[in-house]
């Protein structure tokens, strides 16, 4: 498909692991790692990294960029509840997947601890559902920009997890 296989490019990893940066360096987890760029741009930039997706073709390259990989659901990971610092991902613009980064978020809001940060770059039409997600889980709005990627409306959302 036209969006099925799509690497970040690499100033798009960069702004989101800048947004997140107030959070850390600490541990950061990409969600939807795809081919890494998030989790490269969190190591330059001192983070030590999860990566997650569930495409298992995908392990052994990103097992070797990460501190840890995961084959794993997004909406469900096989983390401990407050154990990242910081989310910075770019989940499936794809219409198919309907809710799937609402959830996502649902679950970051699991795993991160109080006082962390997370940052998203989605399609436009997940950023209403994003942000409903995001207003019910009580998080502070830090950035929530429409950006014109080559023709492909998307928008760039930044939360912090309110402190305990």
Do not use: I, M
């Not at 989310?87 to 601890?113: I, K, M, S």
């Amino acid at each position: 498909r036209a969006l099925g296989r799509r690497g970040l490019p690499v100033c798009d990893a960069r702004l989101l692991v800048n947004l997140v940066a107030p959070a850390g360096p600490g541990l950061l987890l990409d969600p939807f790692a795809g081919v890494g760029g998030v989790a490269l741009e969190a190591r330059a930039a001192g983070w030590s990294t999860v990566t997650a997706d569930l495409d298992p073709a995908l392990r052994h390259g990103l097992g070797r960029l990460s501190g840890a990989h995961l084959v794993a659901d997004a909406r469900a990971l096989p983390l401990r509840p407050g154990c990242l610092d910081a989310v910075a991902t770019e989940p499936p613009y794809d219409r198919g997947v309907g809710p799937l980064a609402d959830q996502a978020l649902a679950e970051t809001h699991r795993l991160l601890r109080p006082g962390g940060a997370a940052a998203f770059l989605c399609a436009a039409w997940q950023a209403a559902g994003l942000r409903a997600t995001a207003a019910a889980l009580g998080w502070r709005v830090v950035l929530d920009c429409p950006v014109d990627r080559k023709g492909v409306p998307v928008v760039a959302l930044a939360w912090r997890r309110p402190p305990a």
